[in-house]
């Protein structure tokens, strides 16, 4: 299901800055030697997410789910120049290809790819965390909920992607594992005191959690 009417989408492209020659190339790569470039996050939400970082100017920004590292160039344009981005996969076929796009980013020196499962990685990730991007396997989006919460720093960002799981969300004949882990994990976000919401119909959804 597509939200946005193609037309307003391109507009709206239009009139947003254009994403840089590296993010282009990554994008054009993706699609041309990768499998599912639907996942890649693209150029709106791109400019989104790098603009939602320069606001928060983060310390340290945690990615779960790399894929082609498009999204996490894109958090990394926000960072303070001592600060970091821990990106996290669980993909190593991807590894090289990615590695190859960060090294040839300004902002190299300051991403730490690391290969693994998140659940297992992110305990020994030490907070405080400014910023959260969530955008791995949707059926642990919970988990990894509970496992970076106490490590926020209060006022702090977790950004959830795909949280309308292409309209799926609100059909009820949709009754797959992924959608229903959805369901439930807006719904746990929506009665958590410890944060405030914002569903954002940007793309696939995109679920804004500010930590009070
Ligand atoms: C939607 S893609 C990420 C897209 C990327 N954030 C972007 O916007 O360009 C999801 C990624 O999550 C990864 N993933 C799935 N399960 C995982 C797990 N248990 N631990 C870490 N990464 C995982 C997949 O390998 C895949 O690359």
Redesign the pocket.
Known sequence: MEFIDEAIEEYSRLFTDKPSDLLQSLDRETHARILQPR???GHLQGRYLSMLSKLISPQLIV??????????LCLAEGLKPTGKLIT????EE?ESFTRSFFDRSEYAKQIDYRI????QELTSVEGPIDLV?I???KR?YAKYFDLIISKMRPGGLILV??VLWSGKIVDPKATDKSTNALRDFNQKCLEDPRVEKMLLPLRDGLYMLRVI
Do not use: C, R
């Open positions: 996942m890649l996050s990615e779960i789910g790399t894929y082609t590292g498009y999204s996490a996290i996969d669980i993909n991807l693994a499962d998140a659940q991007f955008d791995a396997d642990n992607d795909n």
